[in-house]
């Protein structure tokens, strides 16, 4: 993605060859499975792991990250699976996992990369600027032939500061408080289907009313995996009508393929984006909350 306004938040495969070894880089996968379940089941999917993809070979020297087991809140109820842990808790996990303060992060993912925005906008929140998605992500890897490896990689434990931003995160009360509101620019990072009402996986149909529609899949390149030109996730925000001069509320099903957005927005210079944790996982079961269908 080039032009983006923070250059070092997206790596190249061939940055990341020539970097391989060096001694401050942590390299993580990040791959979760979405196995989505018919009407009728208490949660929208059933969530499952990337290690075993990751055990039958990954990127040299990288560590596996589990979203849901390691880095998500464990008593949260079966359709929220994804809820952030408290800002200290956080900064500890990901502390025992060799990430300190002033380390260099890569983050991937097989697929869309969502699983390695949603880890790399955690890591914001709570303050961390030293991480990177892989753009192509594993796909991208293993099609130019680089190097993989079985191994898994230990790291010796670090101190990871918390220093939290309480807006890259928000929760259902400030997202009613945006609904009608001109000055924020709501964003459904879902499907078109589930955006107008056809798809009702999270219980009500619909999105929340107001909101704009830029699937996180329009923003990758579907035969690359990479993310699409800097040009072409500014004009399809724009045609949404987001403004870098607003704040800008991401949300999807769960709060992961809304960081994708939220990601790009970033690097395009947006310096007010929010992320809906719970997203309509949440927001759908709650009556009391208003849904809109085209």
Not at 86 to 111: C, H, K, M, W
Not at 174 to 192: Q, R, S
Not at 197 to 203: A, E, F, I, S, W
Request: aromatic fraction near 10%.
């Amino acid at each position: 993605m080039k032009h983006n306004k923070y250059g070092d938040a997206i790596v190249s495969s061939e940055w990341l060859a020539e970097h391989l070894h060096d001694s401050d880089l942590r390299i993580f996968e990040c791959t979760t499975y979405l196995e989505y379940l018919p009407e009728g089941h208490d949660a929208p999917y059933r969530v499952a792991s990337g290690q075993t993809d990751y055990d039958k070979g990954h990127i040299a020297g990288a560590g596996f990250l589990d979203i849901q087991n390691e880095l998500s809140e464990p008593e949260s109820p079966s359709h929220l699976r994804f809820t952030m842990l408290p800002s200290n808790t956080l900064a500890e996990v990901f502390g025992q996992r060799g990430i300190g303060d002033g380390a260099r992060v890569v983050l991937y993912a097989r697929g869309r990369n969502v699983w390695a925005t949603r880890v790399w906008w955690m890591l914001r929140s709570i303050g961390f600027d030293g991480a990177a998605v892989l753009d192509g992500g594993f796909e991208k890897w293993v099609r130019e032939g680089r190097q993989t490896s079985t191994d898994r990689p230990v790291f010796a434990p670090a101190t990871l500061t918390s220093s939290p931003r309480p807006e890259v995160f928000v929760g259902k009360e400030t997202v009613a408080a945006a609904v009608g509101d001109p000055d924020t620019c709501l964003i459904n990072a879902l499907e078109a289907d589930l955006h107008r009402g056809d798809n009702p996986r999270y219980g009500r149909r619909g999105r929340i009313p107001g909101s704009v529609n830029v699937p996180s899949a329009s923003l990758v390149d579907p035969d690359t995996n990479t993310f699409v030109s800097a040009e072409e996730a500014a004009a399809s925000f724009q045609k949404a009508g987001a403004d870098p001069s607003r704040p800008a509320l991401v949300y999807c099903g769960g709060g992961i393929a809304a960081t994708l957005d939220a990601f790009l927005l970033h690097q395009l210079g947006y310096e007010q984006v929010s992320v809906y944790d719970a997203s309509m996982s949440e927001w759908a079961r709650d009556e009391s909350m208003p849904v809109e269908v085209d």
